[in-house]
């Protein structure tokens, strides 16, 4: 093949002064040497590129770009100027060596290779330096040849093999969709003749990671992945970020989206390197991101502290802590049993949890420069004694728990994200992220915990301590007040889990419990009402799992440990989560336990809650233990139906109208969004380019383009809610219709799961008559092998019966989708 890097592409120590001339030079030289005749499109193409982001690389080079119709065969034409250029390279310097490729517009896979390989041989110092020192086009053409590749219009399948493909998979948790992702990237990707190698990001940690030989021969890079990446071991390399999903549901498409879409990954220091696509990555997404890393910490020290309390309180009684009886000195009479270790432990992994969730929070939003200072910030947020009180106030007693972690992690995170946007000197580049950002981020984040919020915070929770205080110290104490304060208490106690409002309220229920005349019965409606969330979420995966993940159902049984050793922070994820419809649920469930156990005064002389202190006789035995179990039960029924039955409103069932509806709308919303920040980007380059403009028709030109483009932002905008309007007016057509056709069908439905159960017991029972009789015939190793595999049997039984169930719901709702379908498509 010839060499692409020809000799008469190549123009040296030319006189240009901005962006636009050498592109335009470009264009005109491209006309000269009949590689594309016209310049307006190719100048244009040129430009659209540039839209999408920078092209400028480093240390004075750039690599601009344009795809387009009409040719069949990839040119480079290389310009070295006299001058610099400006071209927002990612060191902020200015460019004299462009090196523009022009490529036919059907041919994404050779752009990516060529692009690829310039990158790579720019990546080597020396090299820029002998091209910068060239001194005429032979010399600078022997330098930097490569291969040019024959382009064809259409893709050979069979051409497939050989090509070489890395993939990062990794999930929010980073337990299941990591995993499943990697078995059906080697699965399919395999079949279809790719060498594919997957490296897992879970919480396991690092699987199976990708060597530098095997990044260095890859073809392209997918990143599926809804948490942060480190992108920069694939600097060079074209690079593909989509969601983990993507990476399971359809394989084969994104690979192919992969090789015509993706981008060189550049190097940058200083820039934020993230991971998932930022412009899709809302602040959920970036919470999201610090619980995958929290959630081990919560379910060790929950565990931690589940077992080492419970036991305790087992062998103790219900008011000795883990180090055993208080002796006569005050003190615990085995302070360094293993209970009272592993509860060190448990709370030291809950201490813990506070900053990880804020640094990975701020890492997701601005990289690893973000993780010390939020994690600075929500630590001393955290702990109540470093707060300044206010005027009147003897000291603070309440941190912001995981509300402060929340408030660190986004505060520095974005403000993180925002001191990435300077433009420094190369030589300050690497200051940055080790000195400054620290210094000035964890400095003023830690001034505003504090300064600022920690002491009217505990001022406020202070008002409400002693409010509900008064009330249980009130002479006209009663079933009424009792409700009242109980319904208080509830709330309080399921509102944030171990945060704040949690905090004051179990502080002061907890100090009337050891007044050396006691005051019983607020502990008692807040040891009711602790575990409810914990408890209700725990259960809520188990009634409602097609609404949860495999690890959020994970978390659930952790939770409902927890709950029942009396640790609310095991609902953390799920608030976090799902924050609007699991506070409201958690909440509601909490007032009605708080209720009934403050109504009939249920007394409690532990400073603990949960099921625990009752089943050891904190709560007395009797009509109080029997009121106690009604009051958290009442709470958890109340909590969970009411989740459960906002997650169907929200949804609707399987199959639904209802849920079709409303994955249609997010998807109207999703590609408004992505058509929205897609002109924002438009818009910011051409903004930029308004500072280089030399001439008043220049400017004119770039302002009528910006507002182009602020027009077509707002008829995407009055397309979207057109949309959204035909939709919903389409989903009210029909919904009553077919709610009175499931109505008319009931009985048919039940007798289909009557039979489809009745199905999955006789092949069970089929398959274990069988076992019975022929596994008791085999060798050790081979008897292993058959149960292995009868257990992979039963599992594929109950897969089918669910799959049975699934499909024959959404076949019997089939033609109201398709109704749906055909009024918005109209």
């Known amino acids: 093949m010839e060499n692409i890097y020809k000799e008469k592409n190549i123009f040296l120590n030319i006189d240009l002064n901005s962006k636009d001339e050498v592109l335009k030079y470009i264009?005109?030289?491209?006309?000269?040497?009949?590689?594309?005749?016209?310049?307006?499109s190719l100048l244009k193409a040129f430009y659209d590129r540039e839209k999408q982001g920078t092209t400028g690389f480093e240390d004075g080079f750039a690599i601009p770009h344009a795809k387009v119709k009409g040719i069949t065969s990839a040119s480079i034409i290389c310009i070295r100027t006299l001058n610099g250029i400006e071209w927002e390279a990612l060191d902020g310097q200015p460019s004299n060596v462009i090196i523009a490729l022009i490529i036919p517009e059907n041919a994404s896979k050779e752009h990516l290779d060529i692009l690829s390989q310039t990158a790579k041989k720019l990546m080597d110092d020396k090299l820029r330096q002998k091209l910068k020192d060239a001194k005429d086009s032979k010399e600078f053409?022997?330098?930097?040849?490569?291969?040019?590749?024959?382009?064809?219009?259409?893709?050979?399948?069979?051409?497939?093999?050989?090509?070489?493909?890395?993939?990062?998979?990794?999930?929010?948790?980073?337990?299941?969709?990591?995993?499943?992702?990697?078995?059906?990237?080697?699965?399919?990707l395999s079949k279809a003749g790719y060498n594919i190698r997957v490296e897992t990001q879970g919480s396991k940690g690092i699987g199976t990671p990708l060597t530098t030989k095997e990044i260095e021969n890859a073809d392209v890079v997918i990143i599926a992945a809804d948490t942060k990446v480190n992108l920069q071991r694939f600097n060079g390399k074209p690079v593909y970020q989509t969601h983990v999903a993507r990476a399971i549901k359809e394989p084969l498409k994104l690979v192919d989206e992969a090789f015509a879409k993706a981008t060189i990954q550049m190097n940058s220091e200083f820039k934020n390197d993230g991971g998932m696509n930022k412009s899709k990555q809302g602040v959920l997404q970036h919470i999201l991101a610090g619980i995958s890393y929290m959630i081990p910490v919560i379910i060790m020290g929950g565990i931690c502290l589940a077992f080492s309390i419970g036991i305790a309180k087992a062998i103790w009684g219900p008011s000795a802590g883990t180090g055993g009886p208080i002796g006569e000195n005050g003190e615990p009479l085995y302070p360094w049993n293993p209970l009272a270790v592993m509860d060190k432990i448990g709370g030291a992994a809950f201490a813990l949890m506070i900053p990880i969730l804020a640094g990975f929070i701020a890492n997701s939003i601005a990289g690893r420069a973000a993780i010390a200072p939020a994690m600075l910030g929500a630590f001393i947020g955290n702990d109540a004694s470093k707060f300044m009180p206010l005027p009147g106030m003897t000291e603070v007693s309440t941190p912001t728990g995981f509300i402060g972690a929340i408030i660190a992690g986004l505060l520095v995170g974005y403000y993180v994200k925002w001191v990435n946007t300077w433009k420094v000197h190369k030589s300050l580049k690497a200051v940055m992220p080790i000195f400054f950002i620290p210094l000035t981020a964890g400095i003023g984040?830690?001034?505003?915990?504090?300064?600022?919020?920690?002491?009217?915070?505990?001022?406020?929770?202070?008002?409400?301590?002693?409010?509900?205080?008064?009330?249980?110290?009130?002479?006209?104490?009663?079933?009424?007040?009792?409700?009242?304060?109980?319904?208080?208490?509830?709330?309080?106690?399921?509102?944030?889990?171990?945060?704040?409002?949690?905090?004051?309220?179990?502080?002061?229920?907890?100090?009337?419990?050891?007044?050396?005349?006691?005051?019983?019965?607020?502990?008692g409606a807040m040891a009711a009402a602790i575990p409810v969330a914990p408890l209700a979420m725990g259960l809520s995966t188990i009634l409602f799992k097609r609404f949860f993940t495999n690890e959020e159902r994970g978390m659930g049984i952790s939770a409902m440990i927890m709950g029942t050793i009396g640790?609310?922070?095991?609902?953390?994820?799920?608030?976090?989560?799902?924050?609007?419809?699991?506070?409201?649920?958690?909440?509601?469930?909490?007032?009605?336990?708080?209720?009934?156990?403050?109504?009939?005064?249920?007394?409690?002389?532990?400073?603990?809650?949960?099921?625990?202190?009752?089943?050891?006789?904190?709560?007395?035995?009797?009509w109080f233990t029997i009121i106690f179990f009604i009051a958290i039960l009442a709470g958890v029924t109340v909590t969970t139906l009411v989740y459960g039955t906002l997650l169907i409103l929200?949804?609707?069932?399987?199959?639904?109208?209802?849920?079709?509806?409303?994955?249609?709308?997010?998807?109207?919303?999703?590609?408004?969004?992505?058509?929205?920040?897609?002109?924002?980007?438009?818009?910011?380059?051409?903004?930029?380019?308004?500072?280089?403009?030399?001439?008043?028709?220049?400017?004119?030109?770039i302002h009528k383009e910006i507002n182009n483009l602020k027009e077509e932002k707002q008829k995407i905008n009055i397309e979207a809610k057109e949309q959204i309007q035909l939709a919903k007016n389409a989903f009210n057509q029909l919904k009553d219709s077919e709610k009175l056709f499931i109505k008319e069908n009931s009985?048919?439905?039940?007798?289909?799961?009557?039979?489809?159960?009745?199905?999955?017991?006789?092949?069970?029972?089929?398959?274990?008559?069988?076992?019975?009789?022929?596994?008791?015939?085999?060798?050790?190793?081979?008897?292993?092998?058959?149960?292995?595999?009868?257990?992979?049997?039963?599992?594929?039984i109950k897969d089918d019966y669910q799959k049975s169930i699934v499909d024959y719901q959404i076949k019997l709702k089939e033609k109201f989708i398709i109704d749906y379908n055909k009024l918005i498509n109209n």
Not at 651 to 679: A, D, F
Request: aromatic share 6%; net charge positive; proline share 3%.
């Open 141 to 188: 053409s022997k330098l930097i040849q490569v291969k040019q590749a024959v382009i064809k219009n259409n893709q050979d399948d069979n051409k497939k093999s050989g090509k070489n493909i890395v993939a990062v998979t990794a999930c929010v948790v980073g337990v299941a969709h990591t995993y499943m992702a990697e078995d059906k990237l080697l699965s399919e």
């Open 650 to 701: 929200n949804k609707g069932n399987i199959g639904s109208l209802k849920e079709h509806h409303v994955l249609k709308m997010e998807q109207i919303i999703e590609n408004k969004k992505e058509k929205i920040e897609e002109i924002r980007n438009q818009m910011l380059v051409l903004k930029d380019s308004l500072k280089s403009a030399k001439t008043q028709n220049d400017l004119d030109n």
């Open 27 to 40: 264009c005109n030289k491209a006309n000269e040497l009949g590689i594309y005749q016209d310049t307006k």
């Open 747 to 796: 009985n048919k439905i039940k007798e289909f799961i009557k039979n489809s159960k009745l199905t999955r017991k006789n092949s069970l029972q089929e398959i274990s008559n069988k076992k019975n009789q022929e596994v008791v015939n085999l060798q050790k190793f081979d008897k292993r092998n058959y149960l292995e595999n009868y257990s992979n049997q039963v599992d594929l």
């Open 567 to 622: 640790i609310s922070e095991g609902a953390i994820p799920f608030a976090i989560r799902d924050p609007k419809r699991a506070i409201i649920a958690n909440v509601l469930g909490g007032m009605v336990a708080g209720a009934i156990a403050g109504g009939f005064q249920v007394t409690d002389l532990a400073a603990h809650g949960g099921p625990i202190v009752a089943i050891l006789g904190a709560v007395p035995y009797g």
């Open 445 to 523: 984040i830690s001034i505003l915990f504090i300064y600022i919020l920690g002491g009217p915070i505990g001022w406020l929770m202070n008002q409400l301590s002693s409010a509900i205080e008064s009330g249980y110290r009130s002479e006209s104490f009663g079933i009424g007040l009792g409700i009242g304060l109980g319904i208080l208490l509830g709330a309080m106690a399921s509102f944030d889990m171990g945060g704040p409002i949690n905090k004051i309220a179990f502080v002061t229920c907890s100090a009337l419990v050891t007044l050396e005349n006691p005051i019983a019965e607020p502990m």
